[in-house]
């Protein structure tokens, strides 16, 4: 994980960065096209029995440049990281481009540990980074699927068969919608942590079950998840949890993007905090 | 026709040939039920291990079954061959201990289960994915393809451990940096290494230890977490990008070396390598010995031409 969002909230949204890369398209015939979102350039060219398919990351998990579509004249694969050959017969030259959520949960560490007091409640925004997937029209078929910026691996929970393998992020768990920046790579999730127990909550580390969640996007192009509650009752990790059905509460007119990475049940009971008030 | 069926009319008559042949069938069937039920059983969900034991279990039974059937149709009395077999098997259990011992090993290691088929698992110097555990042996299949027997009570005897009983590992580095090198800023750099890679898990955290101060060094140890699948991954990066954080930030990894020391106030014996000096010493050297080799010779030469006047 390099530099993830350390410094993410402290800008002002630049409406002019709010851009739908997504969405579907005709590749040009004798060109390709380039599609950008954020540390990730993805290039695809239609050949006669195959699509081929170029990856370039930068190192920038900050970038906020987000581009739809546009053709190309560069070879895929000519100075790409990654490079992906598809055999396809037929002569349809369209793709479609589209985002998801990634099929882990996500484990969000505050730049800075943060605390609930008992009997207190608060919303927070915590980002969470999201998949890319490369879709041929006809026959529909995913061509290319992968992270817009490789997010790190973590385990949450003791070290052996109790625990669980997720995704690591890091946020600053801003309390106000105005703090937010937009990032073409990243999904946001409002996050409700109602504490009930008689000890204050120590959070530097959460787990957000966001495979489980919707994948919205707002009118000025930001991603967003459905909301998370965690109801956390008695003086120990576990919390209820619930991903709240219905689109995001702060984009009531928000439109569905896709569905959840991995089916469940919306209301579990799981260990979600990393860090509590145990010594007390 | 008749003539064909008066031919099967007269053998079935016979009684011999009618037992015979209900034998063979019962064999026959014993054989082909061994093999075939105990693919198609609903095991599927067990775990391999057990699906094997399982499969093995059925497939002697249904042979011994067989058998005892045939063998009672021919006539033999069955307590006398289980009585006969009790006997053979105190003959045998001590004749074959070491058997015996494999086997009632295997038992034990199938009840307390310390790796399964799929695991990986060192056994004193060897270290392999498990392929098969039987009841007298457990197969392992080395990273060169070797398959290698250990036989179960060697298994229950020996320090056995299981590689990928856990699902994520630690990756232990030995980094040696010069006493010049300031300790917290190896931290830094260290850290930062791992937080840039991706691969390498932020929880649990990495971890540096301070292991002490060496005769040449200050010893460090770099302890990073990896799921199984990337931990050879993580190992053969880890290695590299410390190695060019190191000299991105001019981290010196010292060579050993010693000082020598004399003298009553243990003044250091200043000491300087002149190459032109070590050329000449080499020079010499290759001198000396060609010349002694030649001295050689002709002694040789003459003590032969001595010899031989002797002789003649």
């Not at chain 2, 300790?183 to 991706?198: G, K, M, W, Y």
Request: proline share 6%; aromatic share 6%; glycine share 6%.
């Amino acid at each position: 994980m390099t530099n993830e969002d350390t410094a993410v909230e402290n800008a002002p949204i630049d409406e002019a960065a709010t851009a739908e890369w997504w969405g579907s398209f005709e590749v040009p015939e004798g060109r390709g096209a380039a599609v950008v979102v954020g540390p990730l350039t993805v290039t695809v060219r239609r050949f006669e029995d195959e699509w081929r398919i170029g990856v370039i990351r930068t190192n920038d998990a900050l970038a906020e440049d987000a581009r739809q579509w546009r053709a190309v004249d560069e070879m895929p694969c000519d100075r790409s990281d990654e490079c992906i050959r598809v055999a396809c017969r037929g002569e349809d030259r369209r793709v479609t481009v589209r985002p998801r959520l990634v099929d882990r949960p996500v484990v969000s560490k505050p730049a800075t540990p943060f605390t609930v007091p008992p009997d207190e409640d608060v919303r927070l925004f915590i980002g969470s980074p999201i998949l890319v997937e490369v879709v041929s029209v006809s026959p529909e078929r995913i061509l290319w699927s992968g992270p817009a910026y490789p997010p790190s691996d973590t385990w949450f929970g003791p070290p052996n068969h109790e625990g669980e393998l997720c995704y690591a992020s890091r946020t600053l768990c801003t309390l106000r919608e105005d703090e937010l920046v937009l990032r073409p790579h990243r999904a946001v999730t409002t996050v409700l942590v109602r504490n009930r127990g008689d000890d204050a909550l120590h959070l530097d580390r959460i787990k957000l079950p966001v495979q489980r969640s919707r994948l919205f996007c707002g009118s000025n192009g930001w991603l967003w998840t459905q909301d998370i509650i965690f109801d956390r009752k008695t003086r120990d990790e576990f919390a209820s949890i619930e991903v709240r059905s219905g689109k995001p509460s702060r984009v009531p007119n928000a439109k569905i993007l896709a569905g959840p990475t991995v089916e469940g049940s919306g209301h579990v009971m799981i260990r979600a905090f990393g860090a509590w008030l145990a010594q007390n | 026709m008749n003539a064909i069926q008066d031919f099967f009319e007269q053998l079935t008559d016979n009684d011999e040939f009618a037992l015979g042949l209900r034998v063979l069938v019962a064999v026959v069937i014993a054989v082909l039920a061994a093999a075939f039920v105990p693919r198609v059983l609903p095991v599927r969900r067990f775990h391999p291990q057990h699906q094997l034991i399982v499969r093995r279990v059925i497939r002697y039974a249904i042979v011994l079954m067989g058998m005892a059937w045939a063998l009672r149709e021919l006539g033999f009395s069955m307590e006398v061959l289980l009585g006969t077999a009790g006997l053979m098997t105190v003959a045998i259990g001590f004749a074959a201990q070491t058997s015996a011992s494999n086997l009632i090993s295997g038992l034990f290691l199938m009840g307390e289960q310390p790796f399964r088929i799929g695991d990986v698992i060192r056994v004193d110097t060897l270290i392999g994915e498990v392929v098969s555990i039987d009841l007298m042996s457990a197969r392992i299949k080395t990273y060169d393809n070797l398959l290698i027997r250990i036989p179960n009570e060697t298994l229950l005897k020996a320090n056995v451990t299981n590689v990928t009983h856990y699902p994520i590992r630690r990756l232990d580095m030995k980094i040696n940096v010069a006493f010049t090198e300031k300790i917290s800023r190896v931290r830094e750099v260290l850290l930062q290494v791992a937080d840039n890679n991706h691969v390498c898990m932020v929880d649990p955290e990495p971890l540096i230890i301070c292991l002490g101060f060496g005769p040449y060094c200050v010893e460090l140890q770099f302890s990073v977490w990896a799921t199984h699948k990337n931990y050879v991954h993580l190992r053969n990066q880890m290695h590299e990008e410390v190695k060019e954080a190191f000299d991105a930030h001019d981290i010196r990894i010292p060579y050993p070396h010693q000082a020598l020391v004399s003298g009553r106030g243990h003044e250091t014996i200043p000491v300087r390598i002149d190459p032109t000096a070590a050329e000449q010493a080499h020079a010499d050297l290759a001198t000396t010995r060609a010349t002694s080799n030649a001295a050689s010779s002709e002694s040789e030469t003459s003590t032969a031409t001595a010899q031989g006047a002797g002789e003649q």
